[in-house]
T-cell receptor
Framework: KAGVTQTPRYLIKTRGQQVTLSCSPISGHRSVSWYQQTPGQGLQFLFEYFSETQRNKGNFPGRFSGRQFSNSRSEMNVSTLELGDSALYLC?????????????FGPGTRLLVL | AQTVTQSQPEMSVQEAETVTLSCTYDTSESDYYLFWYKQPPSRQMILVIRQEAYKQQNATENRFSVNFQKAAKSFSLKISDSQLGDAAMYFCAYRSVLNNNDMRFGAGTRLTVKP
């Protein structure tokens, strides 16, 4: 099975712009989670989607949003970019919502905001 | 809220030796899962090992084992016979059973393996 894929891998934007990141989960996985990883804050949970519904959301401003499509692919959008949004954005998928299920991570999208 | 603490920002080990990475967590819940993830320089996060809180037996995966002390809320990772390929960032993570959508990660420990 192919792993979790994320596009694009690298992105450079300027302040005030918006950006959309894409994540394709492992085939058959219905849950997709997004994380922001920065040197200062580490890995922080953004949100999780399951069957096109947002199940939980981390402590991020409303500029961060996401959605999931019927094929389980997910997109994350950040509007009005700020310098502090520069980070590695990781997507992870798991088959369902059982707590013991392993999350499989993608390679990440590195976003640089200038 | 649950928090995960990794008190060792960096660790170093000689090839073929054993190293232990520390992790403590804070929770009032009795049922949860703990994970160790490895993030090599290529950035793909990989699951190393998983522990279920209701199981007293420590999890083991080949050269990787954990020392799970539930009362002390401690979950350390032992890597035996360290290899150069073990060099990576290691993250300890907690997932509640009650709210299994929320996974909390520690700040990570950067492991260097010296040849």
């Amino acid at each position: 099975k192919a792993g979790v894929t994320q596009t694009p891998r690298y992105l450079i934007k300027t302040r005030g712009q918006q950006v959309t990141l894409s994540c394709s989960p492992i085939s058959g996985h219905r849950s997709v989670s997004w994380y922001q990883q920065t040197p200062g804050q580490g890995l922080q949970f953004l949100f999780e989607y399951f069957s096109e519904t947002q199940r939980n959301k981390g402590n991020f401003p409303g500029r961060f949003s996401g959605r999931q499509f019927s094929n389980s692919r997910s997109e994350m959008n950040v509007s009005t970019l700020e310098l502090g949004d520069s980070a590695l954005y990781l997507c992870a998928s798991r088959a369902g919502l059982a707590s013991q299920e392993t999350q499989y991570f993608g390679p990440g999208t590195r976003l640089l905001v200038l | 809220a649950q928090t995960v603490t990794q008190s060792q920002p960096e660790m170093s080990v000689q090839e073929a030796e054993t190293v232990t990475l520390s992790c403590t967590y804070d929770t009032s819940e009795s049922d949860y899962y703990l994970f160790w993830y490895k993030q090599p320089p290529s950035r793909q996060m990989i699951l190393v090992i998983r522990q279920e809180a209701y199981k007293q037996q420590n999890a083991t995966e080949n050269r990787f084992s954990v020392n799970f002390q539930k009362a002390a809320k401690s979950f350390s990772l032992k890597i035996s016979d360290s290899q150069l390929g073990d060099a990576a960032m290691y993250f300890c993570a907690y997932r509640s059973v009650l709210n299994n959508n929320d996974m909390r990660f520690g700040a990570g420990t950067r492991l260097t393996v010296k040849p």
